[in-house]
Structure formats: structure tokens, C-alpha cells
């Protein structure tokens, strides 16, 4: 994949509160992941990887939602982050934050724009 390359996803495939959707990110290394997810109406994407440890959020593919929707979970050390935003709430990392990717919406189509993470 090109690095000037965007990600585009039909808006439909991303629910509210539902799994988040993966994406590999081979400007950061052959194993880096990013995801998007969709919270109070919009996409945010991040990379995947807990700001306390470098490891990936989610212990289930896209589960990255706590019980109650309202904060994204580390399943390896339990930090809650904002997911409008990334802020580590709670955890060995408050007050860090995910790495954000740029993320648009319009005419029904997510576009992840993977050329501006480095």
C-alpha cells in the first residue's frame, strides 16, 4: 500500500458503540494496527497500541469498547480511554493518550487518511 493512500469504508459497516474495525498501518512497521470506531455519531481512528505498553487494545478482533460503550479499554492492562478524543482516563497510563489518525466522513463513505500517521 501506497503511503499516500487513504483507507475508505461504507459508514454503514461502522455502528455505534459496536466493534471497532482494524487496519494494518505499514508505515509504522509490518505488525502496527490502527482502528477506527464509531462514538456519538462520529469516526475516530488511533493507532493500536496502548500508550502505557505497545501492545494492541483489543484482546477480541474490534472489541475495543468497554461493557457500557463509554470508554475504549485496554484488555491488557485495563486503561480506559476517551474515545472522542484518546485521553487515558484511568490506568498505568492516565493522563497519556492513543495516537490519533485522521478520520472524515461524508457522502457515506469513512475515509481513514493513513498518510498522516507517522
Known sequence: MNENE?????????QEGGKGIRFNL???GEHVTGFVIRFKGKPYAYVNQCAHVS?????????????????????????????DNGFCVMGPCKGKSLK????????????I??????
Open 6 to 14: 487513504n483507507i475508505v469504508l461504507e459508514s454503514a459497516d461502522l
Open 100 to 111: 490519533p489518525i485522521e478520520v472524515t466522513e461524508q457522502n457515506k463513505k469513512i475515509k
Open 113 to 118: 487518511h493513513i498518510a498522516t500517521v507517522k
Open 26 to 28: 505499514p508505515t509504522l
Open 55 to 83: 501492545v494492541e487494545l483489543d484482546w477480541e478482533e474490534g472489541a475495543f469498547f468497554s461493557a457500557q460503550q463509554d470508554y475504549l479499554i485496554c484488555a491488557t492492562h485495563g486503561a480506559h480511554y476517551r474515545p
